[in-house]
């Protein structure tokens, strides 16, 4: 079976920084896409950021300019690095990827952003 684990520190103060790592049981030159996404209770599950295999990274705007979604094929891993954090980016983020036209998503972590 195809597993995301997410792992990083979900904790930052206001205008910090983190970094989400997801680590891929397939490999991601395998995933037709991955990427990142944030859900916050009781709404839809929104576009972070993703990597098309083989294309350019995309951002949902309040991204660009902040967060940072890398691939790395040697260690399966995807990434995402997130900038000048702010209180509004609290919320669940999930790791995401799609092989074989089959979405696969990881179980979230929280991020909690506050001095």
């Known amino acids: 079976q195809v597993q995301l684990v997410e792992s990083g520190v979900g904790w930052v103060q206001p205008g910090g920084a983190l970094r989400l790592s997801c680590s891929h049981s397939?490999?991601?030159?395998?995933?037709?896409?991955v990427g990142w996404y944030r859900q916050a209770q009781g709404k839809q599950r929104e576009l972070v950021a993703t990597?098309?295999?083989?294309?350019?990274?995309n951002y949902a705007d309040s991204a660009k300019g902040r967060f940072t979604i890398s691939r790395d094929k040697a260690m399966k891993t995807v990434s995402l690095k997130m900038n000048n954090l702010e209180p509004e980016n609290t919320t669940v983020y999930y790791c995401?990827?799609?092989?074989?036209?089959?979405?696969?998503w990881g179980q979230g972590t929280q991020v909690i952003v506050s001095s």
């Open positions: 990597l098309p295999g083989g294309g350019r990274r």
């Open positions: 995401y990827g799609n092989r074989q036209g089959v979405d696969y």
């Open positions: 397939v490999s991601i030159v395998n995933m037709y896409a």
